[in-house]
């Protein structure tokens, strides 16, 4: 199954009341360059105005990134990002007229209500992190899976697009992910992971190593990438893993980490083996594969409350936590689904 290969990711800084109507024109553009209508545009672009509204009334400010959906679903995800000073109660928060700036607390109200899927994370004196999704009013409802998969793919700051991407296939039991940051930043390293892309989604039934591999012979002509492969078994129960230069992967159950091994090269120009490794799926699992834009010190705290919710918002709150900002950064989340 093929996906569409060139996504939407706009990444807008919020730091004071006159950036919110620039935010919510960026949002509208990006709705009906995405195929919304009129109506959908509209929708997005509330969303995002009252996202951005929130961060400098309650937050001094924050970033708010608006993507396309991952694979071939029509749709944005929109997700607010802060480190103010959280909020005590979630659900008192949502209520319409509830507000703790003296202002009218109808914001999150009105997220809610817009959005065709909405969640919040926050903690006290570290922030608060909100995904809202806005789907086309003619969308199907969403097919039930075995998995729920989402992510944030972040442009390094003066640059106009990522070096990194990443890309999924669904084949029989098995989910295939990709996530692939190209050398250095700007046109040529976009290029080289829009090659990756290109090609993980090109043949069916392949193994990880043997996707390196061609992804290894696709890039000669660029400048070249680090890329992992990661495929879940949900029937064997197993991870097969195979990543060539610096691409983090760790799987998370309860209190257990398991970190895989990515190999020293780079696709394009200096890769001669494709190692793989398989590592057991554990049961109600949550894999994390990032690109170095993440720094090495980042984790999923058993202790939050984080990894209760949807992957694209612990993606979020991860980029926000570890992201450095000299680089692109990525960072995909999948979690096993109980159906």
Aim: aromatic share 6%; net charge neutral.
């Amino acid at each position: 199954m093929h996906h569409s290969v060139e996504v939407t990711n706009l990444a807008l800084q919020i730091h004071d009341a006159s950036q919110v109507g620039e935010a919510r024109r960026a949002a509208k553009r990006c709705g009906l360059l995405g195929g919304f209508s009129e109506i959908d545009a509209s929708r997005l672009a509330l969303v995002v105005s009252e996202a951005a509204t929130n961060l400098v009334k309650h937050a001094q400010g924050g970033e708010i990134l608006i993507q396309s959906l991952p694979g071939n679903g029509t749709g944005f995800d929109v997700i607010a990002l802060d480190r103010g000073p959280g909020m005590q109660d979630v659900a008192a928060s949502m209520r319409d007229g509830y507000s703790t700036a003296g202002s009218l607390g109808h914001g999150l109200g009105a997220i809610e209500r817009t959005s065709d899927f909405f969640e919040v994370h926050s903690q006290r004196h570290h922030g608060t992190a909100l995904l809202s999704r806005v789907l086309p009013s003619s969308a199907l409802p969403p097919q039930r899976r075995r998995f729920s998969i989402g992510g944030v793919c972040v442009t390094m700051p003066g640059e106009s697009v990522c070096g990194d991407a990443w890309s999924m296939r669904v084949e029989r039991d098995r989910l295939l992910v990709l996530v692939s940051d190209g050398l250095g930043h700007g046109s040529s390293a976009h290029e080289a992971s829009l090659e990756a892309v290109r090609t993980f989604q090109e043949k069916e039934g392949l193994r990880p190593a043997a996707i390196l591999e061609r992804i290894h012979n696709s890039l000669k002509s660029t400048r070249g990438a680090a890329a992992a492969v990661a495929e879940i078994d949900w029937q064997k129960k197993q991870l097969c893993f195979a990543g060539i230069g610096n691409i983090a992967c760790a799987v998370f159950a309860a209190a257990l980490r398991k970190n895989t091994v990515s190999h020293y090269g780079t696709l394009g120009h200096e890769a001669r083996k494709f190692p793989e490794f398989t590592y057991p799926w554990p049961d109600n699992g949550i894999m994390i594969i990032c690109s170095d834009g993440l720094g090495t010190k980042w984790s999923l705290d058993p202790a939050s409350t984080l990894a209760s919710h949807h992957p694209t918002l612990i993606a979020g709150v991860l980029y926000r936590d570890f992201g450095r900002t000299r680089d692109d950064a990525s960072v995909v989340v999948v979690k096993e689904e109980v159906l």
